[in-house]
C-alpha cells in the first residue's frame, strides 16, 4: 500500500519537475493545455489505483473455503507425485524392505517423553502401522536418523503415503521438501516453506480459485505436514543454524518430520539443542533372511532361484561376513536387487559378491555395477529407444556427479547448470559475451535495413553512435544485476532494483558520447536526457522481464484463459502510468539531445503540434500495457492440476523466454521509433505515416535487438542452453541432455525431486564423481556449499 502512494507522488513530482524546465520553452497556451492532461492524467490514475487496489484479489486472505479446495488439490497432486516415484524407485515391487524403526538408544537427541508421547516402533512395509504410529505422536513431530544407505528418504516417502491413502479430514497434507534449498542466513523456515511449495506446485498460486495466500494459511493452520530431507545435505555450520530456526520459528505444534545422518543431528543437538517435542527414530539393521527374501521375490521363478540359494548358505557359514555386513544396508540390498535380480536378457552371477575381501569392496562393486548393468539392459531391450552405450551413459552421468560435487550439492538443478561452464559463471565473461552478441545482432539490423527494400537506409553514424554507448550499457547493466541478486534474495522484478539498473545503464550509455563529442553543446544535458530517455526505455523491458542476471528459480506460465478478470485493472493503470512517464521522457530527451531543437523548426511543423507528445506517450502506454498484460497472463496462467518437473520446467521457462524476448524487442523500439518519427517529421506537415511505419521497422531492427538481448539475459533458459551445448561439445553431456535425464529416471539412476533431479544415493554421487575430473569454475556466487553425502 505505501509503494503504490509512493509511486503516485513521484509520478506527479516528475511531471512538476518537466512542465518546470519546459516553462520557458513554450508559452502560456501550452502550459494551460499541459496543465489541463496533467490534472486528467492524475485524476484518471488515482481513480483506476483505488479501483485497482479495491479489486485486486491478491489482497486479503484466502477464504475457508478456498482453502479447503487447496488442501484437497495439494494431497492430490504429492500422492500422485510421490506414487510415481516410489514406483520408479521399486519400493512396491514386490514389497518395502521390512526395516524396523524405533526410539533411538541415544541420550540427549529427543525431548522429554511426556512432551512426544508412547514408544514409537514400526515397519516400514506395513503402511497402516507407519501411519498409525505417526498418528500416537501428541506434537507430530519426529526425526528420522541413520546412517548413510540406511534408508531415510525411503522412510519419508513410504510415511508421506501411507499418510496420504488413509488421510482423514484435518489431517495435514505431507509435502516432502530437501533441505539443500535452505539457507538460513538468507530467510526464514516459514518464508522458504512458501517459496518451496508454491514452486513444486504452481497451482497453489492460482489466486482466482485458492485466494492470495493459500500455501501460507495452510501452513499457518497447520494443515501442512512438512517433510524435510536431507538436513546433512547442508554445510556442517548450517545444521545448527536450521534446528534453531525451526524451534524458533514453527509453532511448537506444527507438525515436522526431518531426516538426517545420525553424526550431524547430533551434533547439531549439541549446537542449538533438540527439536522441540519430536520423537527420534533409527533403524534396526536389515537381517540377511529379510534381505535374500526380498531378493529372491524380485527375481522371477526358475533357474536363477539357486544363486541366491547358494548366497544364503554363504550368509549362514559367514554371518559376520563382508557380505553379511553390506546386506545389512537397505541401499546395498536395492543395489543387489537392481544388478542381480532385476537382469532379465544376461543375467549376472551374484555368487561373485563372495569372492570380495571387505564389506567396502562390496559395496563398492554394487555402487559401480549399477549404470553399466541398467543401461545395458535397457538397451538390449530396446535399441533403437535409447542411442546410448553404457559406456557413454557412464561418463556422461559421471561428469553430472563430478559437477554437483565441486558445486557442493545434491540437486541437479538445470537452471544452474551455467555455474558449471567457466564463461557463463564470471560476471564480466557472461557481460562480454552478451555485449558481442548485441553488437553483431545490431550491425544485422541495420544492414538489413539498408539492404531491403522498402526500409530506409541505416545511418551508420547513428549506428555507431547508439552502438557505442550499448555495448557498454549493456554489461553495466548485467553487472549491476548480478550485485544486487547476490546481495539480496528479494524478487528481482522489484521495480526498484529495475529502476536503478535502467539509470545504470542510461548513465554507461552516455558516457562514450562525453567522451568522444556529444551531439549538443551540453554534455550535462546530453547526459540527464540519455538518462531519462534510454534509462526509461530499458526500465520498460526490465519490469517486464527482470533483472538481466541468472534467475534463482525458472519461471512458469502457460498460454490460457485463467485469471483475467483481475489483469484488467492493472493493465489499464499500466497504460495511464506508462503514459506520464514517456511523455515526461520524450519531452526531456527532444530537448537536450535531438540535434533540431523545438525553436530551430519551422512554424506549424508537426514537431510544434502540442499534442504530440502526448499521443505518443499514450502509444507507448498503450503498446507497453498490452506487452505487460499477456507477460502476467503468461506466468500467471496455470492448471488446477499443475505440479513441477524438470521437463515442464524447462518448457515453461523457454516459453516465457520466447514471448518475453519478442516483447522485449518491441518495448525498446517503440520510444525509438516514435523519436525518429519526431526527428524527421520536424521538416514535414501532418503525420507522416510512410516514415512512421518504415522507421518503426528500422527501430525494431536495430534497437529491437537490445531489448531481446537484455530479456534473454534476465531468463533462465539461454544460460541453460549455453551451459549445456559447451558441455555436450566438450564430450562432457548428450546433447540432448533432458532426454537423457528423464531416461536415467526411468531406469532408476536418478530420482526426482520437485524441479530437480537427485542421484538415487548421495553414496551413488560420490563414487561416480571419483571417475572423471572437472575443472571448477570461479562463480560469482559466494558461500559455496560443502556437502556431505548422506
Known amino acids: ?77 504429492v500422492e500422485r507425485q510421490w506414487r510415481t516415484e516410489g514406483r520408479l524407485r521399486q519400493l512396491f515391487d514386490p514389497a518395502p524392505l521390512p526395516v524396523v524403526w524405533s526410539d533411538s538408544p541415544r541420550d540427549g537427541v529427543c525431548d522429554h517423553r511426556e512432551l512426544i508421547g508412547e514408544a514409537v516402533s514400526c515397519r516400514a512395509d506395513r503402511m497402516d502401522e507407519l501411519a498409525a504410529m505417526f498418528r500416537r505422536l501428541s506434537r507430530g513431530r519426529l526425526v528420522v536418523l541413520g546412517e548413510a544407505g540406511a534408508g531415510k528418504s525411503t522412510f519419508a516417502v513410504l510415511l ?71 538436513l546433512d545435505e547442508l554445510p556442517p555450520s548450517s ?56 531378493l529372491r521375490l524380485a527375481t522371477p521363478p526358475g533357474p536363477r532361484q539357486e544363486h541366491w540359494r547358494a548366497l544364503d548358505g554363504h550368509l549362514a557359514e559367514e554371518p559376520q561376513g563382508p557380505l553379511a555386513q553390506a546386506l545389512t544396508s537397505p541401499l546395498m540390498v536395492a543395489l543387489a536387487r537392481t544388478v542381480y535380480a532385476d537382469d532379465h536378457g544376461d543375467p549376472r552371477d551374484p555368487s561373485e559378491l563372495r569372492r570380495l575381501p ?11 555395477a549399477l549404470v553399466p548393468a541398467v543401461y545395458a539392459r535397457a538397451r538390449s531391450q530396446d535399441p533403437a529407444g535409447r542411442p546410448w552405450s553404457p559406456e557413454r551413459a557412464h561418463r556422461h552421468l559421471a561428469h553430472l556427479a563430478a559437477g554437483m560435487q565441486r558445486q557442493g550439492t545434491n540437486d541437479l538443478a538445470w537452471w544452474q547448470l551455467y555455474r558449471w561452464v567457466p564463461v557463463s559463471a564470471r560476471v564480466w565473461s557472461r557481460s562480454q559475451i552478451w555485449a558481442v552478441i548485441l553488437i553483431a545482432l545490431t550491425l544485422l539490423g541495420y544492414g538489413i535495413c539498408g539492404a531491403l527494400p522498402g526500409l530506409l537506409p541505416g545511418d551508420w553514424a547513428a549506428t555507431l553512435w547508439y552502438l557505442q554507448g550499448a555495448a557498454l550499457a549493456l554489461p553495466c547493466m548485467c553487472w549491476y544485476a548480478a550485485r544486487v541478486a547476490e546481495r539480496s534474495a528479494a524478487d528481482p522484478r522489484r521495480l526498484l532494483s529495475a529502476v536503478r539498473t535502467a539509470v ?62 483481475h489483469r484488467l485493472p492493472r493493465a489499464a493503470a499500466t497504460v495511464v502510468v506508462t503514459t506520464v512517464l514517456s511523455t515526461a521522457a520524450l519531452r526531456l530527451y527532444s530537448y537536450a539531445v535531438v ?59 523457454r516459453l516465457v523466454t520466447l514471448v518475453s524476448g519478442c516483447a522485449g524487442a518491441l518495448l525498446i523500439s ?35 535487438w537490445t531489448g531481446l538481448v537484455l530479456t534473454l539475459a534476465a531468463c533462465a533458459w539461454p544460460y541453460y542452453t549455453v551451459a549445456r551445448l559447451l558441455s555436450a561439445a566438450r564430450g562432457r553431456l548428450p546433447w ?13 539412476i536418478l530420482r526426482q525431486v520437485g524441479p530437480v533431479y537427485q542421484f538415487r544415493h548421495a553414496r551413488l554421487q560420490e563414487r561416480m564423481a571419483r571417475h572423471v575430473r572437472v575443472p571448477r569454475p570461479r562463480t560469482s556466487v559466494t558461500g559455496a556449499r560443502v556437502t556431505a553425502g548422506r
Not at 18 to 31: E, K, Q, V
Not at 270 to 280: K, N, T
Not at 644 to 653: H, I
Open 1 to 77: 500500500m505505501r509503494g503504490r502512494w509512493v509511486l503516485t507522488w513521484g509520478l506527479c513530482g516528475v511531471l512538476a519537475l518537466s512542465l518546470t524546465l519546459l516553462w520557458d520553452r513554450r508559452g502560456g497556451d501550452f502550459i494551460a493545455t499541459a496543465s489541463s492532461v496533467l490534472a486528467t492524467v492524475v485524476g484518471l490514475f488515482g481513480v483506476l489505483s483505488v479501483w485497482a487496489w479495491r479489486r485486486d484479489p491478491r489482497r486479503g486472505r484466502s477464504g475457508t473455503e478456498q482453502l479447503s479446495e487447496a488442501e484437497g488439490a495439494l494431497a492430490r497432486l
Open 160 to 230: 508421506a503415503l501411507s499418510l496420504l491413502r488413509a488421510r482423514e479430514s484435518g489431517e495435514p497434507v505431507p509435502v516432502l521438501l530437501t533441505a539443500a534449498s535452505f539457507d538460513p542466513a538468507r530467510e526464514n523456515v516459514h518464508g522458504w516453506l512458501c517459496r518451496r511449495i508454491a514452486a513444486d506446485y504452481p497451482a497453489l498460486t492460482d489466486v482466482d480459485t485458492y485466494g492470495p495466500s493459500a500455501v501460507e494459511d495452510l501452513l499457518a493452520g497447520h494443515r501442512v505436514l512438512p517433510v524435510i530431507d536431507g
Open 239 to 294: 545444521h545448527a543454524a536450521v534446528l534453531a530456526a525451526l524451534n524458533d520459528t514453527l509453532d511448537t505444534h506444527a507438525p515436522v518430520v526431518l531426516t538426517c545422518r545420525t553424526s550431524a543431528y547430533t551434533a547439531a543437538v549439541d549446537g542449538a539443542g533438540v527439536l522441540v517435542g519430536a520423537a527420534v527414530v533409527e533403524p534396526a539393521p536389515v537381517s540377511a533372511s529379510d534381505a535374500l527374501g526380498l
Open 358 to 368: 571387505t564389506r567396502e569392496a562390496v559395496e563398492d562393486h554394487l555402487l559401480d
Open 504 to 565: 545504470c545503464g542510461g548513465v554507461a550509455f552516455a558516457l562514450p558520447g562525453t567522451v568522444i563529442k556529444p551531439p549538443v553543446a551540453s554534455a550535462g544535458w546530453y547526459v540527464f536526457g540519455c538518462v531519462c530517455f534510454m534509462g526509461f526505455a530499458y526500465l520498460l523491458v526490465l519490469h517486464s522481464a527482470g533483472l538481466p542476471a541468472p534467475p534463482s528459480m525458472p519461471s512458469h506460465g502457460t498460454l490460457g484463459t485463467r485469471r483475467w478478470r
Open 595 to 653: 540535434p533540431k531543437a523545438p525553436s530551430s523548426g519551422p512554424e506549424g511543423a508537426f514537431w510544434y503540434a502540442p499534442d504530440v507528445p502526448w499521443m505518443y506517450g499514450l502509444a507507448i502506454g498503450l503498446v507497453f500495457g498490452t506487452v505487460q498484460a499477456l507477460l502476467y497472463w503468461l506466468r500467471g496462467t496455470t492448471s488446477t492440476e499443475d505440479r513441477t518437473d524438470p521437463v515442464s520446467t524447462v518448457q515453461a521457462d
Open 670 to 704: 517503440v520510444p525509438y521509433g516514435i523519436l525518429v518519427v519526431l526527428d524527421k517529421g520536424a521538416t514535414s506537415r501532418g503525420f507522416q505515416g510512410d516514415i512512421a511505419l518504415s522507421w518503426l521497422q528500422s527501430g525494431l531492427l536495430g534497437m529491437g
Open 736 to 748: 540432448r541432455l533432458q532426454a537423457f535425464l528423464a531416461d536415467a529416471h526411468r531406469l532408476g
